[in-house]
């Protein structure tokens, strides 16, 4: 059976929650992956660096209580975010805490490493790197990744310009092993396309930040449900690297969304972005284009519970 096949076997949804910055914690994770999706976070977002082993305890015994209580709906795998960039002196720590919990799923971002490849694979987990083109692509799989994200338009926070349909299409004309797709993923509709595409999984992110386990501000929360896809705006001032947010957050900072300046790439900090008084994510709120489809707070659960009547509902209409 290949990686995807097992992977797919494990959820009841083909579908991973993406790890957002400052707002994915221990309690949106066990949500997610309670209700049978693959739940992340970002390693950064534990802090201090010691929180991630209790963060990690956390999660792992509540997931293994529940499998105790639920066998016949046993809960997805975890997955932990790694920003592969010079600029993080954390990636080692992390690392390190990651294979003391054997994480079955590592998410990296900006950069590819073999070492970080090898170690995950060596504790028997795998690794799956964000891309925003087919040449960073064929970089990753080089090195070693198990699997690629591809991160179309329309995705939240660091994102491409490029049609998913272009993305999934030319990185299957040479790749065969798991292939997730990222941008504007809101509903069953949009995870069954994906897969009609040719990826295997989904990955949605900004569907999750209504929800009450997140840890997003209510603000935050509510610009979400409030905002519709004109609503975001794509700039890489606030990290030196193109990303999607909300518009509003924007404004509320004192910035004409409309006239912001290119952010300076050599200034790179995904901790606080530093191009700006401004602190993304905590002031500049990331977004993708999806969030039409975000009409109110709700649990995670009720979220993935629409999401796989809309999967199902949407592969009996085509196979009818």
């Not at 994480?103 to 170690?119: C, F, H, K, M, Q």
């Not at 694979?121 to 080089?142: C, M, P, S, Y």
Request: proline share 5%.
């Amino acid at each position: 059976m290949s990686t995807a096949q097992t992977l797919k076997a494990r959820l009841s949804l083909p579908l991973i929650g993406s790890p957002m910055f400052i707002i994915s914690g221990p309690e949106l994770v066990i949500a997610q992956c309670k209700a049978g999706i693959v739940g992340s976070f970002p390693a950064l977002n534990a802090r201090p660096q010691s929180q991630l082993d209790e963060w990690l305890h956390q999660i792992t015994e509540e997931l293994a209580a529940w499998d105790r209580d639920h066998p016949d709906a046993p809960a997805a795998p975890l997955a932990v975010n790694q920003i592969v960039h010079k600029s993080n002196a954390r990636l080692e720590d992390d690392m390190m805490t990651c294979a003391k919990w054997k994480v079955p799923i590592v998410i990296t971002s900006l950069g590819a490493r073999e070492d970080v490849n090898a170690g995950v694979q060596g504790w028997g987990g795998i690794t799956l790197h964000d891309v925003i083109n087919d040449r960073f692509a064929r970089k990753a799989v080089e090195k070693g990744a198990s699997g690629l994200i591809a991160v179309a338009a329309g995705a939240g926070g660091h994102a491409s310009t490029l049609s998913p349909f272009a993305l999934v299409q030319e990185i299957r004309q040479w790749f065969e092993g798991p292939l997730v797709l990222s941008g504007a993923i809101a509903t069953g509709r949009a995870v069954l396309a994906a897969q009609a595409m040719g990826a295997d999984f989904a990955y949605a992110g900004s569907v999750f930040i209504a929800t009450q386990e997140c840890r997003a501000s209510d603000a935050y929360k509510q610009g979400i449900v409030e905002g519709r896809a004109s609503d975001i705006v794509y700039s890489s001032l606030f990290t030196g690297v193109h990303g999607n947010y909300l518009r509003g957050s924007i404004i509320a900072a004192g910035m004409d969304p409309d006239n912001l300046p290119e952010g300076d790439p050599s200034k790179m900090d995904f901790g606080s972005g530093g191009n700006t008084d401004a602190k993304a994510w905590r002031d500049i709120w990331g977004s993708g284009q999806g969030i039409g489809a975000v009409d109110k707070v709700v649990p995670v659960a009720e979220v993935v519970a629409r999401m796989k009547r809309e999967y199902a509902e949407a592969k009996a209409a085509l196979c009818g």
